[in-house]
C-alpha cells in the first residue's frame, strides 16, 4: 500500500511539473524544476510524507545530517548561540530547515533557561509534524511561522539548508554560456529532458572555463540571505554546509559542477529521474553568501571547517563523557574524509559586538 502511494504522489507531481513547463512555452528554467521537484506543497520531495533523515538506509532514509549522527554537534553549537545570545541581549533562537527536529532538541535540552522561545521556520508541513513530536517536551517554547516578521532580535541557525536552495544550471560550450532548462523528451513525452538557451548569466567568477563545463550560481541562497539581513536588527546567524570558497567552487577543473541528488545513502548526478523521490541538492559558495551578507548590512564574523568550529566549541571536552559509539559518531563530524573538512561554518552579525568562540582559532574568512 505505501508503494502505491508513493508511486501515485510521485505521478502526481511530474504531472504537475510537465504542466508547468507547458505552460511556459515548453521549457522552465532548472531553479524552477528544482523548487518544483523538492517543495511542491504535498508532492514534493520535502512536502511527502516519507522518512528522510536518518543513519542508516535500513530506517528508509535518505541521508544522515551532523544532528543525526551525534547529540554532541547540537551541544557544542549550544555554546557558540549563547554566547550570541549574551551579545544580542536576547533569549530568542530561530532556526531555519529544521528538518527532524534533532537540532532543535539538542539546542534547547543544553541552552535550558537560557532560550525563552525557539522558533521554527520550515516549508515542508509533514517536517513540521515531526517536528511537533519531536519537540512536544518544549512545547511551550517552539513555534512554527510562514511569515517573517519586520525585527529580529536573536541567533539564527541553519543546518544544512543553503544547499537545498534551487540554483540555475550554465553551461559553457567553450564559445558562449548557455542556461541548461528542463523540458519534455520529444522521444517521450513522459519524461524530462535537458533544454539549454542562450543566456547572459555568468559565473561570478573570470576563470578558464573548459568546454563543457556545467555549474550552478546561487540567486535564491544570495537572495535569502539578504533577506535575513534586513530582518536582523540584532543578534547573529551561524549556517552550516557543505560547500567552498569561489575560487574552489569555480575551479577550471570541476567541469561537472557540485549538483548531487541523494536516495538510500546512495549518491547520483541525475536530477531528471525519480523525481520527488529523492534530495536535490548544490554545495554552497560561501563567498557569495558572505558578499551578499556584507552588501545587505551583515557582518562576516568568521568562517571555518565544521571541524575547526566545533573543536572551538569545546566538542573535544565534551567526546570525555563519551562512550566508544557515541566517539565513533563524533568523530565522523570531525574527519578530513567525513563532515569535518568538507562542511563549513559561516558566521553573520549585525548590531552586536562579539568575538565569535567558533572562529577563535583556524578562521579562514581571508580565503572567501
Known amino acids: 500500500m505505501q508503494s502505491n502511494e508513493g508511486d501515485s504522489v510521485s505521478a502526481a507531481l511530474r504531472r504537475g511539473i510537465r504542466e508547468a513547463i507547458a505552460a511556459a512555452g515548453g521549457r522552465i528554467g532548472f531553479d524552477r524544476f528544482m523548487a518544483l521537484a523538492l517543495y511542491t506543497p504535498g508532492l514534493g520531495y520535502y512536502s511527502r510524507e516519507s522518512r528522510k533523515f536518518g543513519a542508516l538506509p535500513e530506517s528508509g532514509s535518505d541521508f544522515v545530517t551532523a544532528p543525526e549522527l551525534s547529540p554532541l554537534f547540537g551541544r557544542a553549537l549550544a555554546r557558540q548561540v549563547a554566547q550570541a545570545l549574551d551579545a544580542a541581549g536576547s533569549a530568542e533562537v530561530w532556526e531555519f530547515g529544521a528538518g527532524s527536529g534533532a537540532l532543535a532538541g539538542q539546542l534547547l535540552a543544553a541552552l ?3 532560550v525563552a522561545r525557539y522558533t521554527i521556520v520550515d516549508l515542508s508541513g509533514s517536517l513540521r509534524a515531526r517536528q511537533r513530536e519531536r519537540l512536544a517536551a518544549h512545547a511551550g517554547k517552539v513555534r512554527w511561522i510562514d511569515t517573517l516578521p519586520e525585527r529580529i532580535v536573536g541567533v539564527i541557525v541553519g543546518n544544512e539548508v543553503l544547499d537545498a536552495m534551487p540554483v540555475q544550471l550554465l553551461r559553457f560550450d567553450g564559445q558562449q554560456w548557455f542556461e541548461r532548462g528542463v523540458a519534455l523528451d520529444p522521444a517521450d513525452g513522459e519524461r524530462f529532458a535537458w533544454a539549454d538557451a542562450p543566456t547572459a548569466l555568468r559565473p561570478p567568477v573570470q576563470a578558464d572555463f573548459v568546454p563543457g563545463t556545467v555549474t550552478e550560481i546561487h540567486p535564491q541562497a544570495r537572495a535569502f540571505v539578504a533577506t535575513l539581513a534586513g530582518k536582523l536588527e540584532r543578534g547573529a546567524a551561524f549556517f552550516i554546509d557543505y560547500g567552498f570558497p569561489e575560487a574552489e567552487y569555480w575551479h577550471p577543473q570541476r567541469l561537472g559542477g557540485t549538483l548531487m541528488c541523494h536516495r ?13 523521490e529523492k534530495d536535490i541538492t ?37 567526546l570525555q563523557d563519551a562512550d566508544v559509539r557515541g566517539i565513533a559518531n563524533a568523530q565522523k563530524l570531525l574527519t578530513e574524509h567525513e563532515m569535518g573538512e568538507l562542511f563549513k561554518v559561516i558566521g553573520l552579525a549585525k548590531g552586536i559586538e562579539i568575538e565569535a568562540i567558533g572562529f577563535v582559532q583556524g578562521d579562514r574568512t581571508h580565503r572567501l
Request: with cysteine.
Open 112 to 114: 535550558g533557561e537560557r
Open 264 to 276: 538510500a545513502h546512495r549518491s547520483d548526478g541525475d536530477p531528471l529521474a525519480d523525481v520527488g
Open 282 to 318: 548544490a554545495h554552497v559558495d560561501f563567498t557569495g553568501i558572505a558578499l551578499a551578507a556584507q552588501d545587505a548590512g551583515l557582518a562576516v564574523i568568521g568562517y571555518t571547517s565544521q571541524a575547526r568550529f566545533l573543536a572551538n566549541c569545546g566538542i573535544l571536552e565534551l
